[in-house]
């Protein structure tokens, strides 16, 4: 049986505001009770944290976009693999995800997909939540590739999305394609007809050509910048729409490798909170350091803060979420209130699931991640259990 929690702090509040020595009181895995201080004791009896003036808490964050970490990646088909990385997370302050495949091998995708949607089925005690996938690829563009592996790249389809959501037993909620693609639209339009979001990347659209998406369905940017055609003063292109199109919401991956800051904070005067969701896209050797790892099959080299291919290409992050946020804190001077954002509301709303996560209310899933004023993780929460207490081991 979980004891009942009492956090006393400094809060974001559903509304958004900054409460200064709030209260947040879990039950079970449940919020209870959230507001100010005096005049609250609770009636029943309870854990109790008082935390330091520089500490706030915060809505769990959701990585929408992450493959792996801790040696593990989703592309393994393991329950071992998912069950490593979500009790990795925590650590971080994420506290649910989107695991998300690569192009590969059909077969090898969808053997992903199945692990995924056996390891849903289970209880996830102790972990961050895996609440979907993020299938990214195979639908995408040869110019784009980056460091998906261009041969096994297939054109959009919609009968091959329809057994690649049946291994996954409806799981994808949200696919990275590149609607220029012959098949691209039509797949786009199942996709939001089956309230999947379609996220254009990988992609070599024109801006006329995400225009057309846009008809189509498509309201997502997978990683700005990256896996897309650049913003030229004669064609916007995919950047271009990122920044000008109200209607995408707009994934950063804000490592200062994969975009400058100087880029991050002149993308972020366009999407502003609002817009923007930052994710990982971290790769299997996030958590451990440098040295030489796989990623689709191919050797990828780890040192300082960048994981690349042989060739060069980046392939993918080692970005912890925590710091993200304090990269994009430090980039553009945004307020805790934008993180809570960028982090947790609006990729919970655009999941929908809006009524059990993402804010800090009354009947939400206690999902809490509990900050230092560094953006250090203090302690994670996941449905009502803590799960990261830094000063502490795991518990
Ligand atoms: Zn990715």
């Known amino acids: 049986m979980k004891p009942n929690i009492l956090l006393v702090g400094n809060l974001i509040n559903e509304e958004g505001q900054l409460v200064k020595n709030g209260y947040l009181w879990i039950q079970k895995d449940k919020i209870h009770h959230v507001g100010p201080t005096n005049p609250f ?32 990646d989703f592309m393994d088909g393991t329950q071992e693999a998912l069950e490593i990385v979500a009790k990795h997370l925590p650590a971080e302050g994420t506290t649910s995800f989107l695991a998300t ?36 690829g195979p639908f995408i563009s040869h110019k784009r590739a980056g460091a998906q592996p261009k041969s096994f790249i297939l054109k959009p389809d919609v009968h091959h999305f329809k057994e690649f959501q049946k291994s996954a037993s409806d799981l994808i909620k949200l696919v990275t394609l590149a609607p220029e693609m012959d098949g691209g639209l039509e797949l786009t339009k199942y996709l939001s007809s ?30 700005l910048f990256n896996g897309m055609r650049g913003m030229h003063h004669r064609d916007p292109g995919v950047a271009g729409a990122a920044l000008l199109q109200d209607e995408l919401k707009v994934e950063m991956i804000v490592d200062g ?65 925590n710091v993200a946020v304090k990269n994009m804190m430090d980039y553009t001077h945004c307020s805790w209130s934008d993180i809570v954002k960028m982090t947790s509301e609006n990729a919970a709303k655009e999941l929908q699931i809006f009524e059990q996560k993402g804010s800090l209310s009354v009947g939400k899933d206690a999902d809490i991640t509990v900050f ?9 929460f996941c449905r009502g259990e803590l799960m990261y207490h830094r000063k502490g081991e795991r518990v």
């Open 41 to 72: 004791s609770p009636d029943a009896e309870v854990t109790r944290y008082d935390l330091p003036q520089d500490c706030i808490i915060l809505p769990g964050m959701i990585d929408i976009h992450i493959h792996g970490a801790a040696g593990a």
């Open 101 to 136: 495949t690569m192009t590969e091998d059909t077969p090898v995708i969808h053997k992903a997909l199945n692990a995924a949607a056996n390891f849903i089925k289970q209880s996830q005690c102790s972990t961050a939540e895996m609440i979907g996938i993020h299938l990214e």
């Open 194 to 223: 089956q309230n999947v979001i379609a996220s254009i990347g990988h992609s070599d659209s024109s801006f006329l050509e995400v225009k057309k998406g846009i008809e189509s369905g498509v309201s997502h940017v997978t990683h």
């Open 257 to 321: 490798v994969h975009a400058s800051p100087e880029m991050i904070r002149l993308a972020y005067q366009s999407t502003g909170s609002e817009r923007t969701i930052l994710i990982t896209d971290s790769m299997r050797a996030k958590g451990l350091g440098e040295g030489t790892y796989t990623l689709g099959g191919q050797l990828v080299t780890v040192k300082a803060d960048e994981a690349r291919l042989i060739d060069g290409t980046l392939a993918g992050s080692i970005l912890p979420m």
């Open 372 to 380: 230092t004023e560094e953006c250090d993780v203090l302690m994670t």
